[in-house]
């Protein structure tokens, strides 16, 4: 990972010289200026990034966590940062929840994270990819712990038959990976990956009903596909002749990474869809219309629901719950 990082300081308040980043660890010039900001400028993965910082978040700023500062350098490095003009210690842990869903937690989804990165940089089945990120660029961009867990998991992937890899060598000391190639385990285990929590698909359950069918065109789908998602509405599909509707809405929630469920109308197969969708332990978005809230079943309102007055107000509502929720 390369980097500069151009530290402009206030003359009158006596604030000592700093020699690296306090996110990355890149190393800083410092510069005199009456500026009241640090200002970090950077170059990572071929973009440049500009951080500014307060300059009366400086102390809590050096008390910030390395976890935090870890998971802060993976979002640089993807390109993630906050719009605000200035960077506060509020707003940075305000930048980590809202992209909380981009951070793997348990081993399963470690090595998925990894295995779907490896899978994308192919060009067809059967490439031997070469010329790989460092372990520093990887671990961080995925964010892992560190090196040594990027490492343990790649094992893992070559342990389960799912990749085959080359790695280079110091002494006896393996170090960043030199080339890999998916193989057809692999291959077939990211498609059924991606047909589920890493898929682009959105299922849909609410009431078949004239005036929710026109929610759905002006409201949802828009909202849907204007956030980078497929809308499956079950009513909307073609099914086999030898598939029931049962089993497509199954199989639809089984293929999707989230499903928003609207709750107007009080119908139950839009409470079988929300309780199939979330215990298989998927992200599901409740909605319903203002004046129909209070007919919810008391088992959902505890739930955060998405309360709309018309399809121009859900529309908003939906593409700022996206945005923050599943994104």
């Not at 350098?73 to 869903?101: P, R």
């Not at 499903?259 to 332990?281: C, H, M, P, Q, W």
């Amino acid at each position: 990972m390369r980097g500069f990082c151009i530290n402009k300081k206030y003359k009158n308040m006596g604030l000592s010289a700093v020699e690296k980043c306090f996110i990355t660890d890149l190393p800083v010039t410092n510069i005199s200026s009456s500026w009241d900001v640090y200002e970090y400028s950077y170059k990572i993965g071929g973009k440049n990034r500009r951080i500014n910082i307060p300059f009366d978040d400086e102390y809590n700023i050096n008390k910030y966590s390395q976890d935090k500062k870890r998971i802060l350098k993976g979002l640089l490095l993807n390109g993630i940062w906050h719009n605000e003009q200035y960077t506060t210690c509020e707003v940075l842990d305000k930048l980590i929840e809202s992209n909380n869903s981009l951070i793997p937690k348990t081993p399963k989804e470690k090595k998925d994270k990894l295995l779907n990165f490896l899978y994308k940089r192919q060009q067809y089945d059967g490439e031997t990819i070469q010329n790989v990120e460092s372990n520093e660029v990887l671990s961080t961009g995925l964010f892992f712990r560190n090196e040594l867990e990027l490492l343990f998991y790649s094992d893992l992937l070559i342990d389960q038959h799912l990749i085959e890899a080359k790695f280079f060598m110091n002494g006896v000391i393996r170090q960043d990976i030199l080339s890999y190639k998916i193989l057809i385990k692999g291959i077939e285990y990211v498609l059924n990956l991606n047909e589920g929590e890493y898929s682009d698909n959105c299922f849909v359950a609410m009431s078949f009903t004239d005036e929710m069918f026109k929610i759905f065109d002006e409201a949802i789908r828009p909202a849907i596909t204007e956030t980078g998602f497929v809308p499956i509405l079950i009513s909307k599909e073609h099914l086999s002749s030898d598939t029931t509707i049962n089993d497509g809405i199954i199989a639809a929630i089984k293929k999707s990474r989230f499903t928003i469920s609207d709750f107007t109308d009080n119908k139950n197969g839009v409470y079988f869809e929300a309780g199939y969708a979330l215990g298989r332990g998927q992200k599901v978005i409740y909605t319903c219309k203002e004046t129909d809230l209070k007919n919810v079943h008391f088992d959902t309102k505890s739930y955060q629901h998405i309360v709309w007055k018309d399809a121009a107000d859900l529309k908003k509502k939906l593409i700022d719950k996206i945005e923050a929720f599943i994104k």
